[in-house]
T-cell receptor, first 117, second 110 residues
């Protein structure tokens, strides 16, 4: 399958600081990437759709000024959690689908475990 | 009503048995259906995709789709302890992003 790489895999930050998470498609170009969040024992919830060359689309209830998304190239999307608080501690996962793939067959990055202390 | 529903489990089966995982969805217009496996602390891994009614087999895995009943299932034959994980049902409702169920935790007992 296609390869999506996410970095870092784990990060611990102090409350009030910002954290940047990178998502890269290694062997294909992705005009669209998706960012999900998963709290313990819960399912993945879509946060936003990252669009190359244009603004991200945020799901209802997700603060766009807090979760900044930049899709500067066809292989890289970044999610920056600004002014992080302990309630932002979660597992953040990105996904992308290779062009020409069947419908929305999505491949996920390794995920980033964010802990805000 | 949740868009994608799964029994949270745990579903416990003995090694070598068939594990049957079920999922229902609410959006009748959904076209694409996926099963992902997620180990604790890891991101989901695509196991099966299915787009038309009927069965689709891949090795020990068989996905079944019934659009009239809005039901999709995953059968795992000859279950192994390494199959122990959470299985996520995901549906594309036409938004390109996937809507996930809450997952069923499978435990395969050696």
């Amino acid at each position: 399958g296609a390869v999506v790489s996410q970095h870092p895999s784990r990060v611990i930050c102090k409350s009030g600081t910002s954290v940047k998470i990178e998502c890269r498609s290694l062997d294909f170009q992705a005009t669209t990437m998706f960012w999900y969040r998963q709290f313990p024992k819960q399912s993945l919830m879509l946060m936003a759709t990252s669009n190359e060359g244009s603004k991200a689309t945020y799901e209802q209830g997700v603060e766009k000024d807090k979760f900044l998304i930049n899709h500067a190239s066809l292989t890289l999307s970044t999610l920056t959690v600004t002014s992080a608080h302990p309630e932002d501690s979660s597992f953040y996962i990105c996904s992308a689908s290779p062009p020409g793939s069947m419908n929305t067959e999505a491949f996920f990055g390794q995920g980033t475990r964010l802990t805000v202390v | 009503q949740k868009e994608v529903e799964q029994n949270s489990g745990p579903l416990s089966v003995p090694e070598g048995a068939i594990a049957s995982l079920n999922c229902t969805y609410s959006d009748r217009g959904s076209q694409s259906f996926f099963w992902y496996r997620q180990y604790s602390g890891k991101s989901p891994e695509l196991i099966m995709s299915i787009y038309s009614n009927g069965d689709k087999e891949d090795g020990r895995f068989t996905a079944q789709l019934n659009k009239a009943s809005q039901y999709v299932s995953l059968l795992i034959r000859d279950s192994q302890p390494s199959d122990s994980a959470t299985y996520l049902c995901a549906v594309d409702t036409g938004r390109r992003a996937l809507t996930f169920g809450s997952g069923t935790r499978l435990q395969v007992q050696p």
